[in-house]
């Protein structure tokens, strides 16, 4: 059974830091590329940041430069490390772990959300 549970959520002042971790299981962590995502009300959910297998990161125009992504293989974790935060950064953030191996063999597992709120 696969599982990923994110943690770190929760209220910070604009201009603050906050660090979300996405712990996996049931699944051949070092094989997958991991990403978070977000979604806000009303919005579709969209890519913050991914990491990929081998390392290489990825970042939605508008953290670059405030988040980074993380991940550790002997842990199985990836964490994303948000700072200078900012109230559109108010979202519930979703962890992804992903791999495709064909055009027909997608392996898509999501967490259950951990909710960011920014204000002050």
């Known amino acids: 059974q696969v599982q990923l549970v994110e943690s770190g959520g929760g209220l910070v002042q604009p201009g603050g830091s906050l660090r979300l971790s996405c712990a996996a299981s049931g699944i051949l962590f070092t094989i997958y590329n991991m990403g978070w995502y977000r979604q806000a009300p009303g919005k579709q959910r969209e890519l913050v940041a991914a990491?990929?297998?081998?390392?290489?990161?990825n970042y939605a125009n508008s953290v670059k430069g405030r988040f980074t992504i993380s991940r550790d293989n002997a842990k199985r974790t990836v964490d994303l490390q948000m700072n200078s935060v900012k109230p559109e950064d108010t979202a519930v953030y979703y962890c992804?772990?992903?791999?495709?191996?064909?055009?027909?063999?997608?392996?898509?597992?999501w967490g259950q959300g951990t909710q960011v709120t920014v204000s002050s």
């Open positions: 992804n772990a992903h791999r495709q191996t064909g055009p027909d063999r997608i392996y898509d597992y």
């Open positions: 990491i990929t297998m081998l390392g290489n990161t």
